[in-house]
């Protein structure tokens, strides 16, 4: 079993900024990717960055030069930063990560979600 905790959350005027972080726990050789997604009432869930294991992170384009994501491989934890934030940024907040048990096996998890509300 693995479980993800999303953390940093909250209310933030726009402009403001915020980070999340997401600690993963429990059975894990190593993590490849760790991701952070978004779902608002009505709407699929979209994908806001993935942060690669060999340094690469990919950026939806409504957060790019706003996001970034980064992570700690020591503590299998991972984050982002979220600047110069707007309304429709208001989301529950998603983080993901794909988990190695051993060489070969794997595992996409998900964390509970974390509100992230953004006011005018």
């Not at 479980?3 to 993963?24: F, I, K, P």
């Not at 869930?45 to 992570?71: C, D, M, N, P, Q």
Request: with cysteine.
């Amino acid at each position: 079993q693995v479980q993800l905790v999303e953390s940093g959350g909250g209310s933030v005027q726009a402009g403001g900024s915020l980070r999340l972080s997401c600690a993963a726990s429990g059975s894990i050789f190593r993590i490849d990717s760790m991701g952070w997604y978004r779902q608002t009432p009505g709407k699929q869930r979209e994908l806001v960055a993935i942060i690669r294991s060999i340094g690469i992170t990919v950026y939806a384009e409504s957060v790019k030069g706003r996001f970034t994501g980064s992570r700690d491989n020591a503590k299998n934890t991972w984050y982002l930063h979220m600047n110069s934030l707007k309304p429709e940024d208001t989301a529950v907040y998603y983080c993901n990560a794909d988990v190695y048990y051993n060489s070969l096996s794997r595992r996409l998890w998900w964390g509970q979600g974390i509100q992230v509300t953004v006011s005018s």
